[in-house]
DNA sequence: CAAAATCTTGCACACTCTGCAAGTTTTTAT
DNA sequence: ATAAAAACTTGCAGAGTGTGCAAGATTTTG
């Protein structure tokens, strides 16, 4: 056991390497020259490997383009089961959100997080990728808020219409930071679920049938 | 201008039945083979036309197996913008959805939507397509419910959020209504809008905290 | 009925994606 | 350190996707 720097061997930090190489790579050159004249031959020999190795990494070109949205779910996920189960279900979500690294505190990559996420907004088959990806973090976070509130994670519809609601409010107050990139996206974000406790969601009167 | 039984010319009539014809060939052959099995080719040919048809049909086979999502959505709208203005806005939508045929009343195809969407749900791919359409569909909603709302599509976040939540309720009860086949799907959609409003989204500390 | 508009089809072509069989590099265990 | 095992990269072959174009067939229009 050759324990280095990091926790990882040699040959996952280069694998590590690649992908980054690989993401960077597809997202530089469908900025420069748009995404249909995008083509994995060219993502491959600009991140330095074979066109058979970009296959290796991801499923498509689409796949190395679009956020990789599964990133910190598992983190948001533990955050999630942490907090204080006296909190609104809805309450702990977004805590546990914000307080995670889900969209990357990291400001540095910031311009790159907006163009990738401009870019996903314009391109419906990115959209459509990014959204499928969106729905398996979604059953994740279902499964995790199942199991905080002690319920049947496939019977009860309420955990997946809590984790669809709040996905939702992410999805809007990203499309919104995307729209006009000055506000910051945390306070979108706050907004966003503030706004969903004031939907007309509560209704009192169900119409007596006309 | 001969005015034939439908109001349809025989062109248009035509269209709509090679339309039918595809994508009945193609759901057919995707349960008989399965979808990795299943080829444009072996499609067109099925229904009778060649492959560079079938592509001046679909853009794609997912785009031909994927529910039209798009195609009620207008008279939902409508409807929408008909319902008495001091509705609250959810309840508002589900009734437009619920009084539309946005699920295709026909019980005739029951089975054939309900293949249909399980397919759906088993494979990313079709998934992701859907959604993808799903969410063109939520943008005309959103733009529906700001004209009734009287506030700005893109400026505010009200209507998109509502739209998103109104999505993420029908989606969850399709699902529900794919997994365990027997209840009606109206019986879910209404389930699935009700407990919209107990999801604890106004913060009140619904749990005394065992 | 003839001109215009529209639809279908075959063909060529670039690109996507997968399985397989080398060859190469890293890891593991001696 | 070294040899065997495991994992990664790559080229190649091949099936399939998706688009532009032009010729031919069909429908519509006047």
Redesign the interface.
Known sequence: MTEHAAGLGRRQQKKRETRRAIRDAALDLALENGLENLTVEAIAQTAGVSSRTFFNYFSSKEDALVTQAAEGADQVCKLLLER????????AFRNAVIYSNYFGADPVNRERVLARQRLTQCH??L???H??K???VERTFADALAERMGVDA?GD??P???A??A???I???V??WV?KGDLPLYD?LE??FK???H?????QH??PAG
Chains 1, 2 share one sequence.
Not at 84 to 91: G, K, M, T
Not at 199 to 203: E, I, R
């Open positions: 204080p189960s006296d909190e609104p279900p809805l309450e419906p088959s959209m459509a990728h959204l499928g969106i729905a398996m496939e519809m309420t997946q219409l809590l669809a609601v996905m939702s409010a999805r809007v107050a499309r919104q729209h979108l907004t966003a706004q969903l406790e939907l007309g969601l509560a209704t169900p119409e």
